[in-house]
């Protein structure tokens, strides 16, 4: 194959990674930038979501796109309900002491991976594609869903844009984020923002989850990969910032899509790694973060 | 002071060291007397314990689900036909997570813990590699039901024995004359980046020169990768055959992505089964492969000519027709690898009465008795088909299936003979002490 078609399914296969790895990393930023809270449990929100979808899509019969569709709707809503949950019942009795949460998010991992294991079984399995099309071009085919996911995963970070910038409920987010006590001597219920805002980022990994398992397939230990890479993201783009996010998600994903077919995978996280130390070093707030106040 | 305290720990437990010596000796004289112990009366009574390392967590997951469910099949069989020289057969089960640290620290617990006689089953070759020498240093038989080429290769003990299934050496050499014959002579590899994919490429790159044909491009795939859509330019145009084999959770993911990137028009297809194992031949993508072939150790759908003794096998097993368990047509088994446990079971109950066993004193003695078999006839003990046992490298040889997609199902087209895969042994086990 010549270079040209070879770069083009290079693009492709980056922007599908980069399309679910920026709502992943969206998920993970935003409770990092409102509550202060690293989640290391946000990889197996992710796998939760894969897992119950295809849960719900297996109790549908008839056409694929029906089961999908219910999973797609109602799997992030589960978990960002578990996510809230647990939000009232661990961190907000730790107080969103850095340290305490990292500590409880960790174990938070196992919980979840483990009552996966216990319920859904060490097996990998596969959720039916709402449509199979095959695109043939000159020089390979390519699956039209993958493309789909692409257009999805843009309207949705438009929308989380929208309900951030445009609405209310983003306003009380954006003010919680900027002082907390000022917010709450304002009369905004902090607990309250912080519990949603912690649903919603797990609800937006959830989202990505049930985006990827007509791709690949739900698997209990899935959440270890994306929560390392959308690490990577949220620190090259910034804390908290929506804009950050999705430019170094695009930067990893296409880097990774590019290097990885033309060089090795394993260096392609060798330079993301490689690329997150030399943020770290001359710009420790992110491409797009602001500096620490 | 101190001769206070120790009085008053005299008076408050009212238990000196003396009296207590004095109980735990009478205690162990009580343990040791004759008709005290369990079975004492009967050591042949005592059933026969076998430590299973079964991947029940992990990436070999499907495998070992159905590792679990062929062992405890094979294991009633024996006990219904009167057991071990008369001695009920007893499997203790404990997860490796396929994690070769976990698999030396599931056989030191065989050995410590539940004093087991042997240690079998397992089948991913890292933890083969990881375990054994564990059960080297701690003197216990470790009857694997793997397939890489590292027990052949006499790179690890004597007692490690692979007596049930064939070698990924043995498998791609028989393989080579019929993929050269048949589909073409410019193959490319797709292979993961580990022992037993390495294993793949080193043996199937001269197998396939003998026969005239080249490898043209080797794709070497990380194990933990989840997507392989990139992988694929890096086959060459004028490849004739893609050689694929992979394993674990992704191997669905790598059969569908290769349909989209391939359609009708790509080159023809020739897969182990292990890039398909458990996997249901009707999942959505898979229509790409009609038309294909596979190795299958043992077929998964019930073929039309099968002898009365695989009928049998199938049955005992829990599988259908269609290779998919009876209770639940969505799981579909490990049949062309699974079949080593029911074989590798009837071997340690030949080994243990040829060699008259009565416990861990003898394990020696059943490694040796093990390394004496030459053949193995094609029966109810070995359903698979004929094998010829060399005690020397401790490995198997047998017949393997090859396999088309016809109409969604596997039907055998060929089948090798043992000589297609026969091979000069490198090492010898029996050389070396126990």
């Known amino acids: 194959m010549a270079f040209g078609p070879y770069f083009l399914l290079a693009t492709l296969e980056g922007l599908v990674t980069a399309a679910v790895l920026s709502l992943i990393a969206l998920g993970l930023s935003l409770v990092f930038g409102v509550m202060r809270v690293v989640n290391v449990a946000h990889g197996e929100f992710y796998m939760l979501g894969a897992v119950l979808a295809w849960w719900v899509a297996s109790m549908f019969g008839g056409h694929p796109a029906i089961g999908f569709m219910v999973a797609l709707v109602l799997s992030p809503l589960v978990v960002a309900a578990i996510a809230f949950v647990a939000e009232r019942l661990v961190l907000s009795r ?46 390979f085919g390519y699956s039209a869903y993958k493309l789909a996911v692409i257009g999805f995963s843009i309207i949705m970070m438009l929308a989380t844009w929208f309900v951030l910038t445009r609405t209310k409920i983003g306003l009380v987010m954006r003010a919680t984020q900027f002082d907390r006590e000022t917010a709450q001597a304002f009369g905004i219920p902090v607990g309250r923002v912080y519990a949603g805002v912690f649903a919603l980022g797990a609800g937006l990994a959830a989202v990505a989850a049930v985006l990827i398992v007509p791709i690949q397939q739900a698997h209990y230990l899935m959440g270890h990969d994306p929560l390392l890479l959308s690490f990577i993201v949220v620190i090259i783009g910034g804390l908290g910032s929506l ?51 | 002071m101190s001769e206070n305290r120790k009085s008053l720990i005299k008076l408050n437990s009212g238990l000196t060291r003396r009296s207590a010596l004095k109980g735990l000796g009478a205690a162990a004289g009580l343990v040791a007397a004759p008709g005290f112990v369990r079975y004492g009366q009967a050591q042949s009574s005592e059933p026969i314990k076998i430590g299973f390392q079964c991947h029940r967590t992990g990436i070999g997951a499907a495998y070992g689900r159905w590792y679990e469910r062929v062992t405890t099949a094979a294991a009633k069989r024996i006990n219904d036909a009167g057991g071990i020289n008369g001695r009920p057969l007893e499997i203790v089960i404990e997860d490796d997570g396929t994690d070769p640290k976990r698999g030396a620290e599931v056989v030191e617990k065989f050995a410590n813990q539940h004093k087991v006689n042997l240690v079998y089953g397992t089948l991913f070759s890292h933890v083969v590699v990881g375990s054994a020498p564990a059960a080297g240093e701690l003197k216990i038989p470790y009857y694997v039901v793997s397939e890489g080429y590292h027990v052949a290769s006499g790179k690890m003990n004597r007692y490690c024995v692979q007596p049930g299934i064939t070698d990924v050496k043995a498998q791609a050499r028989s393989m080579a004359p019929w993929i050269a014959g048949n589909l ?117 759908y019930a073929q039309p000519d099968q002898p009365d003794y695989v009928t049998a096998y199938r049955e005992a097993a829990g599988i259908d027709d269609n290779g998919a368990s009876v209770n639940d047509a969505k799981d579909v088994s490990t049949a062309a690898h699974m079949f080593g446990c029911w074989e590798t079971l009837n071997i340690v109950k030949a080994s243990m009465e040829a060699c008259d066993y009565k416990g861990p004193d003898d394990r020696a003695a059943m490694i040796e008795a093990t390394e004496a078999m030459t053949e193995m006839e094609a029966g109810p003990d070995h359903p698979q088909g004929k094998k010829l046992f060399n005690g020397k490298i401790h490995q198997v040889f047998g017949e393997q299936s090859i396999s088309q997609v016809k109409d969604g199902k596997l039907e055998v087209v060929h089948r090798t003979s043992i000589e297609d895969g026969a091979y000069e042994p490198e090492a010898d086990y029996t050389a070396m002490s126990f």
């Open chain 1, 94 to 139: 730790l107080k969103y002491e850095p340290e305490a949460t990292i500590v409880a998010t960790i174990g938070l991992l196992y919980i979840i991976q483990q009552l996966a294991l216990s319920f859904y079984g060490p097996e990998a399995r596969p959720v039916e594609a709402p449509f199979h099309y095959r695109m043939q071009l000159p020089w």
């Open chain 1, 243 to 293: 804009r950050g996010t999705v430019l170094a998600a695009v930067l990893i994903g296409l880097s990774d899509g590019i290097i990885s077919m033309f060089f090795s995978p394993t260096l392609a996280k060798m330079l993301a790694t490689l690329a997150v130390a030399m943020i770290l070093v001359f710009r420790p707030q992110g491409l797009f973060g602001a500096a620490a106040r």
């Open chain 2, 184 to 300: 073409g002579k410019k193959v490319t590899l797709v292979y993961p980046d580990y022992a037993f994919g390495h294993d793949h490429r080193d043996f199937f790159t001269p197998a396939i020169e003998e026969q005239g044909g080249q490898v043209v491009a080797k794709v070497p795939i990380p194990p933990t990768e989840t997507s392989f859509t990139r992988y694929f330019p890096q086959i060459p145009r004028d490849t004739d055959v893609i050689y694929h084999v992979m394993v674990g959770p992704a191997v669905l993911t790598f059969v569908k992505e290769m349909g989209e990137f391939f359609g009708s028009g790509g080159p023809q297809l020739f897969g182990f089964i292990d890039s398909l194992e458990a996997v249901d031949m009707g999942s959505p993508g898979l229509e790409f492969l009609e038309g294909s072939h596979f190795w299958e150790g043992m077929p998964r």
